[in-house]
């Protein structure tokens, strides 16, 4: 099995025991082919890496699904790759069945049973990164809310590539087998996982290091030790870690000159970027969305200490 192909499952699986559900081929507009499952769009149709549905939908809105573009580069993911993104969501966004019956028909004003039938859908577009992304790609991605995804800085990701190095090194192993080993480790990490959506539009997963359960108070606080490690969020009597996108770090730390001009900074960061987020999670067994605010008290406690 190919690292690609494993970074998929890891993905989906992560997300799948969160709450979000496979989106199953109907053989026509979403179908299976060589590469692998396939979306039409409105010039060409496209491989689907990871093609899933959130576990509840936006009312007044057509149904939205989830693509996840997995890439397994040895570098970080370039701004070519993320324009090229941007131009798959408007392709497979703008899919639309006409042909010259359908034309005809619109010439006449009476026309009667013209109603379309398939399942119409808005699909958001995301990466998965296995080394991250440069600063370019991540100020373009923020900019056209295209959602980044990245590990390379989180506790279990040496795990992840022990298990690719295991895979890669015993070639006894059938396919299956190494399935299993990536589909059992990413299940593991996806017990202690929930997915947050920031009041910015940047998706974050926090990893509970501690317990193999999630739960979220109304509030929460937000900690860091350093610019290199991850973030931590801690609410209720559970804390948990996350990846802040690298785009967040620079603007954060070009604007200080200090370690005191950096917590201010850091501050301002939560205020601006993460004052709230709805968080997804899977809590005794059921789908679970959950609205939470940064505890405002203690933010302001925090400014007044660095007067």
Known sequence: ???????EIFVKRILINIGFTEV?????FVYDASPGQMIQGLG???????????????PFFYKTKLLIECKDYNKA???????????????????????????????????????????????????????????????????????????????????????????????????????????????????????AITNSGQMLFLYNEFEECCSFATNYELFWVSPDLPWKLVSGNRQYSFQLPESILEQWLNDSTSDIERRKEAINCKE????????????????????????????EEAKSMLK
């Open 77 to 195: 993911v370039g701004l070519a790759t993320v324009r090229g993104v941007l131009g798959l969501r408007e392709d497979i966004n703008h899919f639309e069945i006409v042909d010259v019956h359908k034309l005809q028909l619109r010439q006449s004003q009476r026309r009667k049973g013209i109603v379309d039938t398939f399942d119409r859908c808005t699909y958001q577009v995301a990466i998965a990164s296995m080394e991250g992304f440069t600063i370019p790609a991540q100020n373009f991605a923020a900019t056209h809310r295209i959602p980044l995804i990245a590990f390379n800085k989180m506790t279990f990701w040496n795990g992840f590539r022990d298990i690719l190095q295991q895979i890669s090194n015993d070639g006894n192993l059938t396919e299956k087998e190494q399935e299993y080993s990536v589909t059992r480790f990413a299940d593991s990490i996806a017990s202690r996982m929930a997915v």
């Open 44 to 58: 060409e149709a496209h491989n689907a890496d990871v093609l899933l549905e959130p576990p509840v939908q936006t």
């Open 24 to 28: 199953k081929s109907d053989g026509l």
């Open 272 to 299: 601006n970027f993460m004052s709230n987020m709805v968080v997804y999670y899977n809590e005794n067994g059921y789908p679970t969305i959950k609205m939470i605010s940064i505890d405002k008290a203690r933010l």
């Open 1 to 7: 099995m190919k690292s690609g192909k494993a970074f």
